[in-house]
């Protein structure tokens, strides 16, 4: 697929048919997200798969602040992706301290490119994906068992898609871009 025909055609995608997504695919889908800048190649981003219909339902019913598009959104998705990042080094000095005034924020600055590689990718490849952003993060986490030492940082909603969204609105390039 040419660069600028992935870049304008992706959308998000909230309604999916039913098939699973084959894990091969899945890894295609990763493996273009490993491509990913990242903080001094620091690569702190992770990808926890879940397809298990009761995890899937109770993410769900229970752990959307009670967002019943998101909750809708989840129910009929063969699957979704929680993106979680490693603490403490995206940003950090070796010895712990920040290294910029940004603080943590270089670790969900790489969580929020991954996850762009990730959603262009998985439409390269046939998928649609749409970023929730709208979740009880500590629930997510308690429900989905995330690792120690790892943080939600989105969650993505992915699968076959079932419809085929018009574009949002999006600015003119003089309203986006200033020189100086
Ligand atoms: C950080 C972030 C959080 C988002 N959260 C949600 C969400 O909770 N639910 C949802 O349906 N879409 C969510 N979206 C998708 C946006 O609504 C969508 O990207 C935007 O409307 C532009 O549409 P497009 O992705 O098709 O270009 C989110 C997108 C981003 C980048």
């Not at 899945?26 to 490993?34: F, Y």
């Not at 993410?59 to 979704?80: K, T």
């Not at 950090?92 to 990730?118: L, P, V």
């Not at 940082?153 to 390039?173: F, N, Q, W």
Request: glycine residues 8%.
């Amino acid at each position: 697929m040419d660069f600028k025909e992935c870049l304008r055609g992706r959308r998000s995608v909230r309604k999916f048919k039913d098939n699973m997504v084959e894990h091969e695919l899945i890894e295609k889908v990763v493996e273009g997200a490993s491509y990913s800048p990242s903080w001094k190649n620091s690569q702190i981003v992770r990808y926890i798969i879940v397809e298990d219909r009761v995890l899937l339902n109770k993410l769900a019913d229970d752990c959307v602040m009670d967002f019943e598009h998101n909750a809708n959104i989840i129910r009929n998705a063969p699957a979704v992706v929680l993106v979680t990042y490693i603490v403490g080094r995206s940003g950090y000095d070796k010895d712990g301290n920040f290294s910029t005034s940004k603080g943590a924020g270089w670790e969900m600055f790489d969580a929020g490119i991954a996850s762009q590689s990730f959603s262009l990718s998985a439409y390269a490849e046939g998928l649609g994906c749409v970023i929730l952003g709208v979740f009880d993060e500590d629930m997510v986490s308690k429900e989905a068992n995330i690792p120690e030492g790892q943080k939600l940082a989105a969650i993505l909603a992915i699968g076959y898609p079932d419809e085929e969204p018009t574009m949002p609105k999006r600015k003119s390039v003089e309203e986006l871009v200033s020189f100086r």
